[in-house]
């Protein structure tokens, strides 16, 4: 039966001018393989990947969304979707996922709401984005909404200091009697410069007395330009860091590991451009995009930037 279903469609198919090909003696197993649970009898297989996946999925089913409504929006099918960030009984957090294969409207889906969003809710929106200047759908709603774009490594006039000015960082000590700085910050600097470091950090077994002289010296570096309220940069560390003496003898490699490959970042022109000068990118607009587009090459400094626009955020 069914290689007659098989000869007739085939028929079909040359009716209307197309050429199928058919295999003889494997339709059975093919049948079979269609049913639940069986895929791994199937007598051929194909491997997939993300995109394969995702179409895989009904993701273009029409729903009515959240049970609140902060966002109201038409989808394809002409419906009506409810979209809320707020707190729900439904919803297990306030995080939301959009996938899909290329071409499916991931990007229009998501600037739908964006637009949405900042329009009508008047909320900041900070977009990460990885398309390019000349293919990032982001940056034609950030002109259309009076944001800003800033391409991170195509931009030459475009820096990132990931450290932070002085009155932002600037908290009262233990007893309420002067400025310090804030712990969480410092935790913060320290680890980031542990990292740019040690990029392979997490591995090492003394990566708490690498994060300890990190410490040190970004507590130094902000000692240094106290006076006049400089923001400190890379290169600020840095000199903290070959003045450092360490109070033990077994620190004294690691500082020195530290220091060298701290020096390979100021003397790369693209690392030393982006985050070893004063922050220049337009950060007061309601709507911010950051593109990280061509750091692909170079993955260490886009682990950094994409840390730095996180804590940024």
Known sequence: ALDRATRKLKDAFSDQGAALTTETGR??????????GNGPRAPK???????NAADLIPYFTPTTGDDEAQLLYHTRQNTLTKVSFLPSPTRANNNALVFGSSGSGKSFNVSSIFEQACLVEGGPLLVIDVQGPELSSYRVLADALGGSYT???SAPDVSFNPFFP???VAALDGNGSGPTLDAEAVRYLSDLVALMALPEIDRRDD???AKEIARACVIDAYRRTAPDRRTPILGDVLDALSAYRPTEPEYAPLAREMLLKLRAWLSDPTRARLINRPSRFDGTRRMQVFDLFGLDKDKELATILLLAVRFHI
């Not at 339709?27 to 639940?36: D, K, V």
């Not at 297989?45 to 995109?51: A, E, K, P, S």
């Open 207 to 209: 990566r708490a007395f």
């Open 45 to 51: 297989n194909h491997q997939l990947i993300t995109n």
């Open 166 to 168: 002085h009155d932002e």
């Open 151 to 153: 391409a991170l490594a």
């Open 27 to 36: 339709q059975l197993p093919a049948f079979l393989a269609t049913l639940p």
